[in-house]
């Protein structure tokens, strides 16, 4: 099955400073990536993913990349801001399976 | 919008006692999964179902067993609690197996003592 690492596992930044969290994943048949948050006491929600047929996708101050070849992806978080503080977990679809990263506790200090 | 809702958001259990935990979503959705949530591990997979009455196993569904009656509802059973099932437990709905978006429900904090 599908074996995902998250790097880092916490991430402490300015406000206003970007953020990079990622991901390397094991399955390279794996076509589906999505990136989860989850702020304190609250449920994950997706706030972006991404296909393997492309390399990068963008919404506002969120973009994610992926690289096939080398088995990564990465989430991009520009001018950070306070609400930005939270988890964020990736994940890998593989074959028969979609497995989580451990998660990456962003901090943004104001 | 999609609502995925769980029994309790707290449960203190003592050790041997039957747990269930339920999950309702009210999307429609064929595929159901529950997580166990613990710090540094991320979200690891206990079972997941596709159908009514279709379950998998995950890859930690040791010391658990899940129910699914009906479409929008989805239950995890621990038969006889222990102190390491202390856990957050996330359940989540799904229009895919595994190709898509994932709704999860506000989560159960189980206190196993």
């Known amino acids: 099955g599908e074996n995902v690492e998250q790097h880092p596992s916490t991430l402490s930044v300015q406000e206003g400073d970007s953020a990079v969290i990622k991901c390397t994943y094991s399955?390279?048949?794996?076509?589906?990536f999505p990136w989860y948050k989850q702020e304190l006491g609250k449920r994950p929600q997706l706030i972006i993913d991404i296909r393997s047929n492309v390399g990068e996708k963008k919404d506002q101050r969120i973009a994610v990349t992926l690289n096939k070849t080398a088995k990564h992806f990465s989430l991009h978080i520009t001018e950070t801001q306070p609400e930005d503080s939270a988890v964020y977990f990736c994940?890998?679809?593989?074959?028969?399976?979609?497995?989580f990263g451990a998660g990456t506790r962003l901090t943004v200090k104001p | 919008d999609v609502k995925v809702t769980q029994s309790s958001r707290y449960l203190v259990k003592r050790t041997g006692e039957k747990v269930f935990l339920e999950c309702v979503q009210d999307?429609?959705?064929?595929?159901m999964f529950w997580y166990r949530q613990d710090p540094g591990l991320g979200l690891r997979l206990i079972y997941f179902?596709?159908?009514?009455?279709?379950?998998e196993k995950g890859d930690i569904p040791e010391g658990y067993s899940v129910s699914r009656e009906k479409k929008e509802r989805f239950s995890l059973i621990l038969e006889s609690a222990s102190t390491n099932q202390t856990s957050m437990y996330l359940c989540?709905?799904?229009?895919?197996?595994?190709?898509?978006?994932?709704?999860f429900g506000p989560g159960t904090r189980l206190t196993v003592t």
């Open positions: 399955d390279s048949a794996s076509n589906y």
């Open positions: 994940a890998a679809k593989g074959y028969n399976d979609m497995r």
């Open positions: 999307m429609d959705h064929e595929n």
């Open positions: 179902s596709y159908d009514v009455k279709m379950k």
């Open positions: 989540a709905s799904s229009l895919a197996r595994w190709g898509a978006e994932q709704y």
